[in-house]
């Protein structure tokens, strides 16, 4: 069993802000969390529309990079929603397209071709003055392509690589004010 967080499935374009505690946080994250803790802060309110686009290449071979983004968000007096979608390309690196691996029998994928999309939903409303609903909701699929090599170069140690995976989540929340300044939140 592994459980880990990948954060390239989050849009970057719905991220705020990132805040890392250096110290150890296991009093409010559990036991897990004594070397400090990276919190991702998404993107709540947002008004208005951006698009994004970002190109990379390498000086030798052919692993170029190309990530686009849309943000849209909207604000009204009792709520908000705000949408970001994701798409990125990376283009293989073979190792014929570097010194020192250039004499590899096969084509072997040093880097494979990866795509990935991502969308990121959140949206708040209030039902009353003490009562308020929230939803996030994730959705990413990638997927990658490579040539690997296993063992000694041969054609029987070559590994062809196609592999998709679909990852989502969905958060619903309720939020209740009580009396006394207290706070009620069921997520």
Do not use: C
């Not at 150890?24 to 559990?30: D, E, L, P, R």
């Not at 040093?110 to 039902?127: C, I």
């Not at 969905?170 to 997520?187: C, F, K, M, Y």
């Amino acid at each position: 069993y592994q459980n880990g967080v990948d954060l390239s499935l989050i849009p970057l374009a719905a991220v705020d802000r990132i805040e890392i505690m250096t110290d150890g946080a296991s009093a409010i994250y559990g036991s897990d969390a004594v070397a400090g803790v990276v919190n991702v802060i998404l993107k709540r309110h947002y008004e208005g529309i951006t698009a994004d686009a970002r190109y990379g290449d390498v000086t030798s071979g052919h692993a170029s990079q190309a990530q686009y983004s849309l943000l849209a968000g909207h604000a009204w007096g009792s709520g908000s929603a705000v949408i970001a979608y994701e798409y990125a390309h990376d283009n293989p690196l073979y190792a014929a397209e570097r010194p020192f691996s250039a004499n590899a029998d096969h084509p072997i994928a040093l880097l494979p071709e990866l795509n990935r999309d991502s969308v990121f939903l959140t949206a708040h409303q209030g039902l009353s003055r003490a009562v308020a609903a929230s939803l996030d909701a994730l959705y990413t699929r990638r997927s990658y392509v490579g040539v690997f090599s296993v063992g000694p170069a041969s054609a029987e140690s070559i590994d062809y690589a196609d592999v998709g995976v679909q990852e989502y989540g969905v958060s619903p929340g309720l939020a209740l004010t009580l009396p006394g300044s207290w706070r009620l939140s069921l997520e």
